[in-house]
């Protein structure tokens, strides 16, 4: 922006007012500050507490560390952005999602620079932030269709229309793996939203950079607040709240520990939990059957008469 | 224009001397045992330790026949022969397996009769709804899912779906041939072999099912079925060489099931209890939704996960509701299940009635105003319970909050759509839903809002093999019946 385009009344060596620009050694890089996402807002932590992450290049972030009442948040905030999500045209969230691969196609170079402070090589990364675009895409492109393959109309013997359709689950939990990346993350995710769920999102220390740089394409692209919710934390600390958090409707496990999924399992059972197992074994090829994952048929009667 | 109301005609009078004769099901016809034992690799065997209990007429409280209680060994016998009959079955062919369930569908069909009377005198349902519902709903089941056998591939686009193996179904005392149908059927057609569980108290028509099975000539093995208690079904549940679990019951029993699944990788679905809405907005045809409200609660004694047993009604017409819906209710017919003209046959066990007084009193108790019928019951030693109706109940009510699974019906009423919908769907349930309106474009706000798996409009209690069933919430996890249904069996 800075660099000699006409117009641009800053250029090297010049004052801005308040003392010189220096690219050079000297100029001090402005660390950035990683939140959580909730409710469209990056608040800190209620509970004021941060994991070190050191990155490739030696910086150290601090991550907020989220809490169960950080969780309780962004179920409330994920509550309130359900009905309006769900009942919002199946084209309008298509085009929402589909913006959201644009901002991201826009801020490539950044997460591919992100992911290689997380020690991914460079050309990995670039494959890897490439694929999360065009995954974005895949199922913008899927928010107007799924309903269509997977609803029926029921021949049932008597004298009525009878039809089953598709509808969202509600609010989501998902739990990503550690050893995951960009990737997973935004195939695990974005099913869920396609499918008019909101989502509140697990994310391990060892990708919250990431993710909440993906929070903030997601908060500028005009996915309403609260739709997407991301709390970077210990997932050990979180699990039994997603499993026994009575408002959350389902969730998806894609982290690889059995006893944890084991106890997601015991606590779901208490509410008849959804439970999705995404674990390294279980994962498919992108298709339409992840949204379906969290999805209800709901089959609707009504006669025929004169 | 509910002022106008006001003078409506006086309430009918169903105190005269016109009876119904009465008019019983033949049942000489019926062959029944003494006793019955396990149906295992197409043979009746008795349980390891001889262990006989008695199932109940519940019209009579009379024994009708002594059957088998399996233990543990028993139970494994049958997963075993289920386990080892997996290969023949599914190197059969798609083909012939459809034609086997095709050739059952018929036997029930030429048998029909039969089932229909020996379903009544085990469960206590009225012979109309056995003969008429019940029976010929089994039937249909095979029937669909035989043609499924042999085009899977077409149900689920992009995959290659294969049969789970060892199905094992534990299914309830409300619809006990139906449910038996409508838990073989689809596993069968997808290649599985099955383990069946029959409720402790209605397991006759099964075993039925057991002797026409095997008339069918359906290898050995492929359908099992095994009679007792929890215990029975509990030991199901945990055999290592099931893969699938098929419940339905109580969501009580389905969260223990859930609990004792975790960490096991076998598949399961889920189909648990429910405390369906059903809702009559001010511009419905009044009297056809009264039908529907009888329909919707005192259908098989209100036995029914799905019962519309919290009634909506808008406000501007709830008092001509209540007064339609109380004359409607003076005309139903409590009595012998046998007899046609039984409207509420006998409560399903001694048990059972236990719990429906149990709720009726705490409803009582809570300040709720109760109407019965004032039909004569039968005397004798049967379980009886007069079409119930309370009235003056709120949200927080006990009656409002949970399942009674039997004729009692609790009304509220509403002033906008809004409000009905947040009443329906202030429950841990979501099975079933009604909603009763002229208007089109509420019928699909409605349907549309109701967070329930099944919304019937204009209608209710309506069931059919091609029609997925299953709840949201607490009501339980997956569908059966139609297309969606076959997916419960399948692993791909």
């Known amino acids: 922006m800075t660099e000699g385009k006409s117009g641009s009344k800053i250029s090297e060596g010049q004052t801005n007012g308040r003392g010189g620009v220096d690219s050079g050694q000297n100029r001090l890089s402005v660390a950035k500050t990683y939140k959580i996402f909730i409710g469209g807002n990056f608040p800190r932590t209620e509970s004021g507490r941060y994991l070190p992450l050191v990155l490739s290049d030696g910086t150290v972030v601090n ?117 995951g990346g960009l990737v997973e993350l935004v195939s695990d995710l974005l099913p869920i939203i396609t499918g008019g769920n909101t989502a509140v999102v697990h994310v391990p220390i060892e990708l919250a950079t990431i993710a909440i740089d993906l929070a903030e394409v997601i908060q500028t692209s005009d996915v309403p607040g609260g739709v997407i919710n991301m709390l970077p934390g210990v997932r050990a600390e979180l699990l039994p709240h997603f499993g026994s958090h009575l408002d959350i409707n389902s969730v998806i496990y894609a982290g690889r520990n059995a006893e944890e999924f084991l106890q997601l399992q015991s606590l779901g059972a208490d509410h008849v939990l959804r439970i999705v197992d995404r674990r390294p074994a279980q994962r498919r090829e992108l298709g339409p059957y992840q949204i379906m994952d969290t999805q209800e048929i709901k089959t609707t009667w009504h006669p025929v008469g004169k | 224009m509910a002022k106008s109301k006001k003078k409506m005609s006086p309430a009918l009078d169903f105190n005269t001397q016109w009876r119904y004769k009465p008019a019983p099901e033949n049942s000489d016809h019926i062959q029944i045992q003494k006793a019955y034992d396990l149906f295992i690799n197409n043979e009746f065997i008795p349980p390891v330790n001889a262990d006989y209990f008695p199932t109940i007429n519940p019209a009579t409280g009379k024994k009708i026949a002594d059957i ?83 085009k899977l591939q077409y149900a689920f686009p992009n995959q290659t779906p294969k049969p789970v193996g060892v199905a094992a179904q534990i299914i309830p005392w409300n619809f006990p041939l139906l449910m038996a149908a409508w838990k073989i059927a689809p596993a069968l057609a997808t290649g599985n072999t099955v383990v069946l569980k029959p409720a402790e108290t209605t397991p006759l028509t099964a075993l039925k099912l057991a002797e026409l099975i095997r008339e069918s000539g359906l290898p050995s093995g492929v359908v099992n079925i095994v009679t007792g208690d929890g215990s029975a079904g509990a030991a199901l549940v945990d055999h290592p060489m099931v ?123 809570d300040g709720a105003e109760l109407y019965q019928s004032k039909c004569a019951i039968p005397g004798g030693k049967g379980y009886w319970c007069r079409p119930s109706l309370f009235t003056n109940v709120s949200q927080a009510h006990t009656i409002v909050q949970e399942e009674i699974f039997g004729p009692v019906l609790t009304l509220q009423t509403f002033r906008t759509l809004e409000e009905v919908l947040n009443k329906a769907n202030n429950t841990f349930y979501g099975l079933s839903a009604g909603v009763w309106t002229d208007k089109g474009a509420k019928i699909f706000t409605m349907t549309r809002g109701l967070r329930a798996g099944v919304v019937w409009a204009n209608t209710y209690n309506k069931f059919d093999p091609a029609s997925p069933f299953g709840g949201y919430k607490e009501s339980g996890i997956g569908r059966e019946g139609g297309l969606h249904g076959l997916a419960g069996y399948l692993k791909f």
């Open chain 2, 243 to 365: 893969n699938k679990i098929a419940f339905t019951g109580s969501t009580e029993v389905g969260k223990i099931i859930q609990r004792k699944l975790a960490g096991s990788a076998k598949k399961y679905t889920l189909e648990l209890g429910g405390k369906g809405a059903n809702i009559i907005l001010e511009d419905a045809a009044i009297d056809q939704a009264v039908e529907g409200i009888i329909n919707g609660i005192y259908f098989n004694q209100g036995h029914v996960c799905c019962a519309g047993s919290r009634l909506f009604v808008q406000e501007s017409v709830a008092e001509l509701v209540v007064r339609k819906l109380k004359d409607r209710m003076e005309t139903l017919v409590v009595g012998d299940p046998l007899d046609k003209n039984t409207d509420i046959g006998a409560i399903n066990s001694a048990s059972q009635l236990r719990t429906i007084k149990k709720y009726i009193k705490k409803g009582i108790k």
């Open chain 2, 68 to 150: 088998a209680q399996a233990e543990n060994i028993d139970i494994d016998k049958a997963v075993v022969a289920a386990s080892k009959a997996l290969k023949a079955w599914q190197k059969i062919g798609a083909v012939e397996r459809g034609k086997y369930l095709f050739r059952i569908a018929r036997l029930i069909q030429e048998r029909a009769r039969e089932f229909a009377v020996i379903e009544s005198l085990d469960g206590g349902k009225p012979i109309r709804e056995s003969k008429n519902i019940d029976i010929p709903l089994a039937a249909a089941h095979f029937f669909y899912h035989a043609g499924w056998a042999d």
């Open chain 1, 63 to 179: 991550i907020c560390n989220s809490s169960r009442k950080d969780l309780r948040d962004a179920v409330v905030a994920a509550r309130k952005a359900q009905d309006s999500w769900s009942s919002r045209s199946a084209y309008n969230r298509s085009q929402i999602l589909y913006r959201i691969a644009e901002l991201l196609e826009g801020r490539k170079s950044q997460f591919v620079e992100e992911l290689v402070k997380l020690n991914v090589t460079a050309s990995h990364a670039k494959k890897e932030v490439l694929k999360a675009i065009d995954t974005i895409v895949y199922y913008a492109g899927w928010c107007d269709k799924y309903i269509q393959v997977f609803s029926s109309v029921n021949p049932v013997s008597g004298s009525y229309f009878n039809f089953s359709i598709p509808e969202p689950t509600g609010i989501v939990g998902l739990l990503c793996d550690e050893d």
